[in-house]
């Protein structure tokens, strides 16, 4: 009775513990080109629950725009 007890708790515990992960857990996504793209030698997106939080976009003369907040379209 007792393992049957604590099996049903790990298996609700299990996706509780799932979505606090991914809810606090940052990705960064980096996209290097070997060669310049259209003056663009790189590309860093954080992203945070299947959303962009943040875009860091690298120019070939090495300056950095940064993007913080992205708003959906």
Known sequence: ???AAVIAVAILLVP???V???AFS???QEIEF???QNGVSALYLDIQEDSV???HIVFADGSVA???RLKAA
């Open 53 to 55: 939080r943040s875009l």
């Open 66 to 68: 940064e993007i913080k």
């Open 20 to 22: 606090l992960v991914r």
């Open 16 to 18: 509780v513990v799932y």
């Open 26 to 28: 940052i990705t960064r």
């Open 34 to 36: 070997a060669t310049p």
């Open 1 to 3: 009775m007792v393992i």
